[in-house]
């Protein structure tokens, strides 16, 4: 069974720049698509960007689109997304989630996907 572990969460200042990691093992990665979710203090889980099995796909929710890249390394077993200009309102726990099936499209809802890190915090906050 696949375990997923985010890392990189961390204070930083408005305008700042973060880097998350989420390592898989113990499964199958490389024919996911993956993607990563955050949930803000009170308020429901919410989708940030997903990117396919290849890496050569990728879907952004609108309130980071043009801030965050997500990307991939399958040899690592590994996804990626950085964080620039990184405002208060990004300030939540992060997850990476893995789909259900493989080779599943970017723009699927979080009730397709079934494996879950522990989430890893992020502040921004001067």
């Known amino acids: 069974q696949v375990q997923l572990v985010e890392s990189g969460g961390e204070l930083v200042q408005p305008g700042g720049s973060l880097r998350l990691s989420c390592a898989a093992s113990g499964g199958t990665f490389s024919t996911y698509t993956m993607a990563w979710f955050r949930q803000a203090p009170g308020k429901e889980r919410a989708f940030v960007a997903a990117i396919n099995w290849s890496g050569r796909e990728a879907y952004y929710g609108s309130s980071v689109e043009g801030r965050f890249t997500i990307s991939r390394d399958n040899a690592k077993s590994t996804m990626y997304l950085q964080m620039n200009s990184l405002e208060p309102m990004d300030t939540a726990v992060y997850y990476c989630?893995?789909?259900?099936?493989?080779?599943?499209?970017?723009?699927?809802?979080?009730?397709?996907?079934?494996?879950w890190g522990q989430g890893t915090q992020v502040t921004v906050s001067s």
């Open positions: 989630a893995r789909q259900t099936r493989p080779f599943g499209g970017t723009r699927l809802g979080p009730n397709q996907y079934d494996t």
